[in-house]
C-alpha cells in the first residue's frame, strides 16, 4: 500500500505537458482573416481596408499587411498579415485604428470577421507583385488523424509549385489552435500562370491525395490585390 501511494503522490507531482506545444512568444504571427460585406457596401469596405492597410503598415513588426478583394462575388475580401511576434500583433488589434476600423465595417458585415491566426509551415520571402497578379487563397483542413499526411501532401505541392516558371509566391500557413488546419496562399504572375498551374500534373496529384482525407469541396478563392 506505502508503494502504491508514493507512485501516486510522485505522479501528481510530476509537470503537467500541454498535448499541443504553446508557439514562442517571439516567433512570427501569420493572419489571415476573412470579411463578408453586403453587396451594396463593398465600395465603402475597400474604403476602410485602404485606410486600415495604410496605418497598419506603418506599425512596428509589421511584415505584411495585403488588402485582397475576391473576384467574384467582390463583396468578400481578406486581409494576410505578418506580425513579428505575438507581442506586436496584440498591439495591433488594440490600436486605434484597428478598432477604429471594426467600429465603422460592423454595420456592413454579413457575418462576422473571421480571424485566422498561424505559424509558418512553408513561408516564402515578400517580393514586390506587380498589378495584374492573380492571388489565391485556400482553406484546408482534414480530420486530426491525417494532419501529418495532409502536410506531407502540401510540402510536396509547395516544392514543384514553386518550380513553376510564372509563380511569385506559394506559401502554407498551419492554424495555430487548429494544426489540421491549413491556408495556402498563392500568388501568380497573370490568369494564364494561375491556368497553368491548376492544371499542372502536381496539383492533379494533390487534390486527388486530398479528396478522400477531407471529403469537403477544396475551398480555392481567387483575389486580386487593393
Not at 501569420?30 to 476602410?48: E, F, M, R
Request: charged letters at 20%.
Amino acid at each position: 500500500m506505502r508503494l502504491v501511494l508514493s507512485l501516486l503522490l510522485a505522479i501528481a507531482a510530476m509537470p503537467v505537458v500541454s498535448a499541443t506545444p504553446a508557439r514562442a512568444q517571439d516567433a512570427p504571427v501569420y493572419v489571415v482573416s476573412y470579411i463578408d460585406v453586403a453587396p451594396a457596401n463593398s465600395g465603402a469596405a475597400v474604403g476602410l481596408l485602404r485606410q486600415l492597410a495604410a496605418a497598419s503598415r506603418k506599425e512596428e513588426g509589421n511584415a505584411r499587411f495585403e488588402i485582397l478583394q475576391r473576384s467574384s462575388p467582390p463583396n468578400q475580401f481578406v486581409i494576410v498579415a505578418t506580425w513579428k511576434d505575438q507581442k506586436t500583433y496584440d498591439a495591433h488589434t488594440a490600436a486605434a485604428h484597428t478598432r477604429d476600423f471594426r467600429a465603422k465595417i460592423k454595420p456592413f458585415l454579413i457575418s462576422a470577421i473571421d480571424d485566422r491566426t498561424h505559424t509558418g509551415m512553408e513561408v516564402a520571402d515578400q517580393t514586390n507583385v506587380a498589378r495584374g497578379a492573380v492571388y489565391v487563397v485556400t482553406h484546408v483542413d482534414v480530420p486530426p488523424p491525417r494532419k501529418d499526411e495532409c502536410v506531407a501532401a502540401l510540402k510536396a505541392l509547395v516544392a514543384d509549385s514553386r518550380k513553376e516558371a510564372n509563380g511569385v509566391r506559394f506559401e502554407v500557413l498551419q492554424q495555430g489552435n487548429r494544426p489540421n488546419h491549413f491556408s495556402v496562399v498563392e500568388v501568380w504572375k497573370n490568369t494564364g500562370a494561375y491556368t497553368g498551374h491548376i492544371t499542372a500534373a502536381h496539383t492533379k496529384k494533390f487534390r486527388d491525395q486530398l479528396t478522400p482525407m477531407t471529403g469537403a469541396l477544396y475551398d480555392e478563392r481567387l483575389y486580386r490585390a487593393l
